[in-house]
């Protein structure tokens, strides 16, 4: 059941370190589709994914259509500022992809047409232009585990010892 997070030619490091946390505290597994901003191995992308790169499930594609070839037949949803359909309308399929684009840019626009129906936004006021990508993901992700009721989630009072 885990959940697929796609980031298209992510430009920020830290950004990058950051969602590879989440997606380690979560279970899901990082797609990421070249070119990228920086190297994997950039001390940002280290920094603020600490210690858990290590244990993070991690893809990587030479670019955009070499991912969709390989992952055709699966379910993807593109968040993008313009949908009109809120990232909650959605119920999500196991092993749905969340596909978020570059932080300058978003992702190509003539992909979000072609898929407009499942394109999907993360609500904000009108004189928001984007939240930060880390953030978008992270709202994204517990989106969808909220409605598999956090499904294979580690509890707190597990953490705690009780």
Known sequence: MALNVVL???????NTGNIGRT?????????????????????????AGMDYW??????????????????QDKEMFFLSTKSKKNHTEIAYPD???????????????????????????IPMLGNTRSLNL?????????????QKNFEGLREVSEYFGN
């Open 23 to 47: 997606c380690v505290a979560t279970g899901s597994v990082l797609h990421l589709v070249k070119p990228l901003g920086f190297e994997v191995t950039d001390k940002y992308l280290k920094r």
């Open 8 to 14: 298209v030619e992510p430009e920020i490091p830290q």
């Open 54 to 71: 290590k244990d993070l499930e991690v893809h990587y594609y030479e670019n955009l259509e070499e991912f969709l070839k390989i992952h």
């Open 95 to 121: 092993n749905a992809f969340l596909l978020f684009g570059k932080e300058s840019k978003g992702l190509p626009e003539d992909l979000l047409l072609k898929n407009f129906d499942r394109c999907v936004r």
């Open 134 to 146: 880390s953030n978008s993901v992270a709202i994204a992700v517990y989106e969808y585990y909220r």
